[in-house]
T-cell receptor, first 116, second 110 residues
Framework: GAVVSQHPSWVICKSGTSVKIECRSL??????MFWYRQFPKQSLMLMAT?????????EQGVEKDKFLINHASLTLSTLTVTSAHPEDSSFYIC????????????FGPGTRLTVL | QKEVEQDPGPLSVPEGAIVSLNCTYS??????FMWYRQYSRKGPELLMY????GNKEDGRFTAQVDKSSKYISLFIRDSQPSDSATYLC??????????FGAGTRLFVKA
């Protein structure tokens, strides 16, 4: 099956620093990648949708200047949390959809961010 | 009204029981339906993908879609403690956005 990796799997940082999370599709090309945020015992909250080579589309209420998304290639998307604060602490999960037009999304294992 | 409704549970069953998980939806344009399993602190894993009304079976899992009633189900036969997880339904019209249910937490007791 399709495999999506995320790196790092967890990160602890000081308030005010920036953190970059990578999402890679390992065995398929992903035209579209999605970034989600999940709080404990809650469902997925879509933050943004990114298409290779174009700007990301952010969901309402998500600050695009705070959560920078880059989808530079068909296998890599990055999420940078700029000037992170404790309220940004969460579980961030990416997913990718194949270029061939299938509708399934394949998820990465997630990144746990803790901001001190 | 949410586009997708899913009872968050928790649902607790004994080992070996048949589990029924359900979602209802309001948008008749949804054409593709998925079920994901998510273990604690892990990303969701795709279990089943269907695009038509009827049943689809894969091992102990059966996905059922009733488009006329806007209702989808996931059945787990001979449930095991390892099935304990959160199950999310998801659906899409075929466009970019996929709508997820809130997820149902399932506990299978040995």
């Amino acid at each position: 099956g399709a495999v999506v990796s995320q790196h790092p799997s967890w990160v602890i940082c000081k308030s005010g620093t920036s953190v970059k999370i990578e999402c890679r599709s390992l065995d398929f090309q992903a035209t579209t990648m999605f970034w989600y945020r999940q709080f404990p015992k809650q469902s997925l909250m879509l933050m943004a949708t990114s298409n290779e080579g174009s700007k990301a589309t952010y969901e309402q209420g998500v600050e695009k200047d705070k959560f920078l998304i880059n989808h530079a290639s068909l296998t890599l998307s990055t999420l940078t949390v700029t000037s992170a604060h404790p309220e940004d602490s969460s579980f961030y999960i990416c997913s990718a959809r194949e270029s061939r037009g299938y509708n399934e999304q394949f998820f990465g294992p997630g990144t746990r961010l803790t901001v001190l | 009204q949410k586009e997708v409704e899913q009872d968050p549970g928790p649902l607790s069953v004994p080992e070996g029981a048949i589990v029924s998980l359900n979602c209802t939806y309001s948008n008749s344009a949804f054409q593709y339906f998925m079920w994901y399993r998510q273990y604690s602190r892990k990303g969701p894993e795709l279990l089943m993908y269907t695009y038509s009304s009827g049943n689809k079976e894969d091992g102990r899992f059966t996905a059922q879609v009733d488009k006329s009633s806007k209702y989808i189900s996931l059945f787990i036969r001979d449930s095991q403690p390892s099935d304990s997880a959160t199950y999310l339904c998801a659906m899409t019209t075929g466009g970019f956005k996929t709508i997820f249910g809130a997820g149902t937490r399932l506990f299978v007791k040995a």
